[in-house]
C-alpha cells in the first residue's frame, strides 16, 4: 500500500475485510463491561477511558481490555483503524496484543489483553518495584523498540510517537507491553532519511526538543522518549511536575545536569539507593544519558541501549551472587554445591545460619525471609528441646506468662515492604478465624488486637503483627506479649519471621484476612473517610489493603506521612 502525507496507509473496503476476523459484536462488549459501568473503569488515556471484563475466547472466560474512542479528546477514526493496523502487523513479546474491535454506529472499542498491573507510571515510587525488576521492564521496553524500529521480516518502520511510562502495560509477571499506537507513524523499512510534519506530536516532556521545534521525525525521537522514561524509572517520579491537573516544570533538564555534575545520589529514589550496584548504575545512567543528547547523531540506537541495559543487569546480578554466596559461608553446616543454581535451589529451601539461631530462605523473586528463633529473641523464660518439627533445635513454650521478644535483622532485602509474623503452635483447632492476643512495640502505648491465624504448609500456626518497609538489612525491634488470652494457654513459639510481602503465599493461608478487627468496631462501615483512598496515598511507606474494611482497621492503627514527619490515624 502507499503511504499518504501522513504516514497511515489509505484503507479501501477491501483492506477492512482483512480485519473482519477480529470483529466482535458491541453487545458482548457491553455485556462484559456491565454497559461500560465505571467500577470497570481501569484508566483513561489520550485514545479515552479503559475497561476490564470478561471475554469468552478460544481459550475460555479471559479478562481483557476495553478501551473506548472518546472523539472529543482529539483522537479519531485514523487512530482507530492505525491501531488495528499496527497491532495486527507487529508481533512481539513486549507490545500489547491485540484481540478484537467492534464498530457500531459512532461506537469504536478495541479489545487488548489484560496487564492485570496497570501501567508503569503507577509505580515508579514504589519501593517494592526492586531495580532488578526495574531493569528487566526497561529491557524488554527495549527490546520492543528495536523490533519496530528494525524490523526483520516485515517492510516496514513503525516510530511510536508517544513513549512514556504511561504506555507502558504491565502483566501478571511485570513484563513489559508497549501500547497505545494511535499517534505512530510508518514507513518503508529502506527510506532511511527523517520526515516532515508539519503538527508534532506527543507528551510534552517526553517530546523530542528537536522534533518540536522543527518538525523532523525519526528513529531517534523515540529514543529521546525512552530515556525519559529511563530516568523516570531511575528516579522513581514521573518526569514532569504538576499543579491542579496541569503541568507545571519539566525535570529532564535537572536530571542531566545531576547526571554531568556527578549529583545522582540527588535524584535517585531514595528506596533504590542501596540496592544498585555502582557499576550497574553507571552503566544504566550513562545510557539514558545518551538517549538525551541533543545531537540526534549522537543518540544510541535501539539496539545499542537494549546491550547496555543487559550489562546493567548482568552486573546488578553479579553483585547480588556475591551477597548470595557470603550467606551461604554462613550456613550452619557448611553447603555443598558445584554451581549458582545449585546454591539458588539450596537456599529457596532455607538454611540455618548465624550458628542455627536464623532461618534464612529465598523466594522466587530473590527476596530474603528471616526467620530468629525463639530461644534467640524471647526473653525471661526457660526453654526446652522441641519434639515437634522445628528449624530450630529449641522453642519456647508459653503458659499464662507474659513475654517479650526483642529481635534483629541481619539479611533483609532493601526497599521491600515486609510483614513480621509470630510463628508458634498452641490447642486452636479453627484456623482462619480471628484470635486475640495483645501485643504492642515498646515505643507503643496501647496493645493491638491480632488478626487471623493461618496455618502454614509446614504445620505451623503464623499471625501477622505488622508492616514495614525494610531500607537496610539490620533492623530492630522490640515487642511485647500478654498471654492472658485462648491463643496463648500452652502456646509453644518457634520465632519470628520477616516475610516480604510481594511474595505471600496464599497457599499458606486458608484465607485472604481483614487484620486487627475488634469488636467494638463493628459499625466501621459508617466510619470510613468518604476520601479513604487519597489518605492511604499519603502514606510515607508501601501499605498493603484489599478492601475498604481493611482500610478502615489500618487507619485506626495510623502510619507515617510527610517523609515520616506526621502520623495520621
Known amino acids: 500500500m502507499a503511504l499518504p502525507r501522513d504516514g497511515v496507509p489509505p484503507l479501501t473496503d477491501a483492506d477492512i475485510e482483512e480485519f473482519d476476523h477480529l470483529k466482535i459484536q458491541m453487545e458482548d462488549i457491553i455485556s462484559a463491561t456491565d454497559n461500560f459501568n465505571p467500577t470497570k473503569l481501569i484508566g483513561r488515556g489520550g485514545f479515552g477511558p479503559v475497561y476490564k471484563g470478561e471475554l469468552s475466547l478460544l481459550t475460555g472466560p479471559t479478562m481483557v481490555a476495553f478501551k473506548r474512542l472518546d472523539p472529543r479528546l482529539g483522537q479519531g477514526n485514523i487512530e482507530f483503524w492505525k491501531e488495528i493496523l499496527m497491532l495486527s502487523d507487529c508481533k512481539h513479546e513486549n507490545l500489547v496484543s491485540l484481540l478484537h474491535f467492534s464498530i457500531e454506529g459512532d461506537e469504536r472499542v478495541l479489545v487488548y489483553e489484560y496487564a492485570s498491573h496497570g501501567s508503569l507510571d503507577h509505580y515508579l515510587s514504589d519501593s517494592s518495584l526492586t531495580w532488578e525488576q526495574r531493569l528487566h521492564i526497561c529491557i524488554g521496553v527495549a527490546h520492543s523498540l528495536k523490533y519496530l524500529h528494525d524490523p526483520m521480516k516485515t517492510q516496514q518502520i513503525v516510530l511510536h510517537r508517544d513513549i512514556k511510562s504511561a504506555n507502558i502495560l504491565l502483566d501478571e509477571q511485570w513484563n513489559a507491553k508497549v501500547s497505545d499506537f494511535g499517534l505512530s507513524k510508518i ?17 510534552q516532556g517526553y517530546c523530542d526538543p528537536l522534533y518540536g521545534e522543527t518538525g523532523f521525525l525519526s528513529k531517534e525521537s523515540d529514543v529521546y522518549s525512552f530515556g525519559v522514561v529511563l530516568f523516570e524509572v531511575l528516579c522513581g517520579r514521573l518526569c514532569y511536575k504538576h499543579r491542579n491537573a496541569q503541568i507545571n516544570g519539566i525535570l529532564v533538564h535537572d536530571w542531566k545536569r545531576c547526571y554531568h555534575e556527578k549529583k545522582l545520589d540527588d535524584i535517585i529514589l531514595k528506596d533504590l539507593k542501596e540496592q544498585i550496584n555502582p557499576d550497574s548504575l553507571i552503566t544504566f545512567s550513562t545510557i539514558a544519558n545518551q538517549c538525551l543528547n541533543g545531537d540526534r547523531r549522537e ?56 550458628q542455627g539461631k536464623r532461618w534464612l530462605s529465598m523466594n522466587k523473586n530473590k527476596k530474603v525471609h528471616e526467620m530468629i528463633s525463639a530461644a534467640e529473641c524471647v526473653k525471661g523464660f526457660v526453654f526446652q528441646v522441641t519434639a515437634k518439627i522445628s528449624r530450630f533445635s529449641k ?65 505451623w500456626l503464623m499471625a501477622e503483627l505488622y508492616q514495614f518497609t525494610s531500607y537496610q538489612r539490620e533492623h530492630d525491634f522490640k515487642i511485647e506479649f500478654l498471654s492472658d488470652s485462648i491463643a496463648f494457654s500452652q502456646c509453644d513459639i518457634e520465632g519470628i519471621e520477616f516475610r516480604p510481602m510481594e511474595h505471600e503465599n496464599l497457599e499458606d493461608k486458608n484465607e485472604v484476612d481483614v487484620k486487627q478487627i475488634s469488636t467494638s468496631d463493628a459499625d466501621w462501615e459508617q466510619k470510613v473517610w468518604p476520601n479513604y483512598i487519597d489518605l492511604i496515598n499519603l502514606s510515607k511507606d508501601y501499605i498493603k489493603w484489599t478492601t475498604k474494611k481493611e482500610h478502615y482497621f489500618l487507619l485506626c492503627k495510623g502510619f507515617l506521612i510527610d517523609n515520616g514527619e506526621d502520623k495520621l490515624e
Open 395 to 459: 522453642i519456647f513454650c508459653v503458659s499464662s506468662f507474659d513475654f517479650k521478644v526483642e529481635v534483629r535483622t541481619q539479611f533483609l532485602s532493601t526497599a521491600i515492604p515486609y510483614t513480621i509474623n509470630l510463628i508458634f503452635m498452641s490447642g486452636i483447632k479453627n484456623y482462619g478465624i480471628y484470635i486475640p492476643f495483645k501485643y504492642k512495640l515498646e515505643e507503643e502505648t496501647d496493645y493491638l488486637m491480632s488478626g487471623v491465624v493461618h496455618q502454614r504448609k509446614d504445620g
Open 187 to 203: 514507513w518503508p523499512a529502506n527510506q532511511t532519511r527523517s520526515y516532515l510534519f508539519s503538527h508534532p506530536v506527543g507528551t
Open 299 to 354: 543518540r544510541p540506537t535501539m539496539d545499542e541501549i537494549v546491550k547496555e541495559l543487559e550489562v546493567a543487569l548482568e552486573q546488578q546480578n553479579i553483585a547480588y551472587n556475591r551477597n548470595l554466596v557470603e550467606i551461604s559461608k554462613l550456613a550452619v553446616p557448611p553447603l555443598s554445591y558445584r554451581s549458582h543454581d545449585e546454591l539458588i535451589l539450596l537456599l529457596s529451601k532455607g538454611i540455618l545460619v548465624d
